[in-house]
């Protein structure tokens, strides 16, 4: 089982960009089903993006599409967030998840379905 390392969090203005990483431990990285998930105070937990073990799939929410970018390294055993025009309401708590998968395909968007999570990178956006 792969253990995760988010980083890459901050405090930006509106309109800016962060780059969030997710480092896994482990040589079975490449078997993962990969997502990022975030939480706002007060408000549950909800899908970001999620991207297939070889990158041939990748799915992500209505409320971020076009702005935001999941990719991943296998040889690197990360997976990155390139969040571009932030807004205020991005303002949460990143989650990096993961779930050993045998189908090259996003099966759901359910945070349940996710075994192993990280600790999680603060990010902020200012008005």
């Known amino acids: 089982q792969v253990q995760l390392l988010e980083s890459g969090g901050g405090l930006v203005q509106a309109g800016g960009s962060l780059r969030l990483s997710c480092a896994a431990s482990?040589?079975?990285?490449?078997?993962?089903?990969m997502a990022w998930f975030r939480q706002a105070p007060g408000k549950e937990r909800e899908f970001v993006a999620a991207?297939?073990?070889?990158?041939?799939?990748?799915a992500y929410a209505d409320s971020v599409k076009g702005r935001i970018t999941i990719s991943r390294d296998n040889a690197k055993n990360t997976v990155y967030l390139q969040m571009n025009s932030l807004k205020p309401e991005d303002t949460a708590v990143y989650y990096c998840a993961a779930r050993a998968t045998v189908v090259d395909q996003i099966v759901t968007t359910r945070a349940d379905f996710y075994g192993t999570w990280g600790q999680g990178t603060q990010v902020s956006v200012s008005s």
């Open positions: 482990g040589r079975t990285f490449s078997s993962y089903t």
């Open positions: 991207i297939t073990r070889s990158s041939g799939s990748k």
